[in-house]
């Protein structure tokens, strides 16, 4: 029996697979789906600005209305309009009272924040004036000139601080 050869079967052989794979293609998807996920939230949401140009350097011209309405905002919440001291329950109302005088091109306010103001009350002053009927509203960095805040005048210099020792 030793000289007798065994027979080996031989499994014919079959069609080809040809259907893709979608394993790695879901591992990929879902790792892809993960990272947008934690990413998204982070991405930092923008609030649109008109800025305006730098390369034109001329002064603006004063409009011929010299009834701007200035919102003045003091650390402590105060109001003032066009340096009036007003409540804060009657800010909207005479804000109102005053854009209804205007044409409706003309109904623009600036605001003038102190420095410690209250983020939100500078908020609820601009969504007062937006509710008030306001159509432009603007944010003023520097006082004018011949400005007049509570009785003083700006062109006054002011007094040097004292030294520190």
């Known amino acids: 029996m030793a000289g007798r050869k065994q027979r080996q079967w031989v499994k014919p052989q079959a069609q080809p697979n040809s259907e893709i794979n979608v394993t790695p293609l879901v591992d990929v998807v879902l790792v892809l789906l993960i990272i947008f996920m934690v ?18 350097e001329q002064e603006p011209t004063p409009p011929e209305n010299d009834q701007q309405l200035v919102v003045q905002l003091d650390k402590d919440g105060g109001y003032s309009i066009n340096t009036e001291k007003i409540a804060p329950a009657d800010y ?11 044409k409706a091109d003309d109904k623009v306010v600036f605001f003038m924040a102190d420095d410690a103001t209250n983020y939100g009350r500078l908020i609820t002053a601009l969504d007062g004036a ?32 004292a030294p520190t020792p």
């Open 39 to 56: 990413v998204t939230p982070l991405l930092e949401k923008d609030i649109v600005v008109r800025v305006p140009d730098t390369e034109v």
């Open 92 to 102: 909207v109302t005479r804000l109102k009272r005053m854009l209804a005088a205007k």
């Open 130 to 161: 937006k509710a008030a009927g306001a159509k432009v509203l603007g944010m003023a960095t520097e006082l004018p000139q011949n400005a007049v805040i509570q009785g003083t005048s700006v062109d006054t210099p002011a007094p040097p601080p």
